[in-house]
């Protein structure tokens, strides 16, 4: 079966793809909903993150990897899919959707069913870590082993991986993203500072590292907890240092159970080949480093490793000898 289009649905990020263009929209996934009503999705939503109007909720519609709010991924994919109904249907487009391994049953067919309603032919899934592998380079349909390990925002996964076939995986539900929420409280508790989701993640960006720095700065605004006023504060790396150590314990603990599946064979593709990071929280200052010195395997990002999972979904599209990794 030829397949058309691609759909990944991220912690805050929905990306789509065709066979003929490869990727086609990355957007963030907010959706802002007022009595019910999705009033917006996209950038329209997230410019209402920490404004929205008295009334008007600001929510993802994936949390952890799971299905937060259906009604918002109903629209998303509706939106995504009907740009590819010809009039009168006469040709409709046969979808993809990636898999995180946290979907329920009934959740995978909330999706199909809103998909085959917005004029899709066939719905298929492919594994998301599977896709992530392959669209950070790695061969993934060769007889010998490989590990890629996905930092989203949302999940985290350890995935072993040979013959187009997950051997063993490990899954935390909630990745990078905490980051953002540790470093809201180590903000309010030792700057007196509350400030929002946005500035955290900007503050993430500036000063976040997983490994020990020199004490960098930068400005941060919000609200001023003792004055009750809007205030500028400095906050330092070392004050952001805390919010970090959760992720990269995690990440460790997750390579090292799934090596521990490894067969005799398998260990030694692992050894050789190392392990591939991808996903958006992969960009963490030092990560491959600090992974690396604790696990003994050779931790490498990927290129673009946010881009990693759809760009596996344009190559499934496209390349036939993939198409037996979509189950439908």
């Not at 008295?54 to 799971?66: A, F, L, N, Y």
């Not at 953002?180 to 309010?188: A, E, G, L, T, Y």
């Not at 990002?301 to 599209?317: D, F, N």
Request: hydrophobic share 45%; net charge negative; with cysteine.
């Amino acid at each position: 079966m030829q397949w058309d289009i691609g759909l990944d649905f991220g912690e805050t990020g929905v990306r789509l793809a065709s066979r003929q263009k490869g990727v086609v929209l990355c957007s963030p996934s907010w959706g802002a909903i007022r009595e019910g009503e999705i009033i917006a999705i996209g950038d329209a939503a997230l410019d209402m993150l920490g404004r929205n109007p008295r009334g008007v909720t600001v929510e993802k519609p994936v949390s952890s990897g799971m299905i937060k709010n259906p009604r918002l991924i109903g629209q998303w994919i509706s939106r995504m899919v009907e740009p590819f109904v010809t009039a009168g249907r006469l040709v409709r487009p046969n979808l993809v959707l990636s898999d995180t391994g946290l979907y329920t049953k009934s959740e995978k067919e909330l999706m199909e069913t809103a998909a085959l309603e917005s004029g899709a032919q066939t719905v298929g899934w492919a594994e998301a870590d599977i896709l992530t592998a392959i669209g950070a380079g790695c061969p993934v349909m060769k007889p010998k082993g490989r590990m890629i390990v996905s930092v989203g925002a949302g999940v985290l996964s350890a995935c072993l991986i040979s013959y187009g076939r997950i051997i063993h995986a490990e899954r935390l539900p909630w990745g990078a993203e905490r980051i953002n929420h540790d470093i809201i409280h180590q903000v309010r508790s030792q700057a007196a500072l509350s400030i929002g989701p946005r500035t955290a993640e900007q503050i993430k960006l500036g000063l976040a590292s997983a490994l020990p720095t020199a004490d960098i700065r930068m400005d941060a605004a919000g609200l001023d907890l003792k004055g009750g006023f809007p205030a500028e504060k400095e906050i330092s790396a070392a004050m952001v240092r805390p919010a970090v150590q959760p992720l990269t314990d995690a990440i460790t603990t997750l390579i090292l159970c799934c090596a521990e599946q490894a067969t005799e064979e398998l260990s030694a593709d692992l050894h050789d080949e190392g392990v591939t990071l991808a996903g958006g929280g992969a960009m963490l200052s030092g990560l491959d480093h600090i992974l690396t010195e604790r696990t003994g395997l050779t931790c490498r990002m990927a290129e673009t490793p946010e881009l990693a999972t759809i760009k596996g979904l344009v190559k499934v599209l496209q390349d036939s000898s993939l198409h037996d990794l979509v189950r439908h």
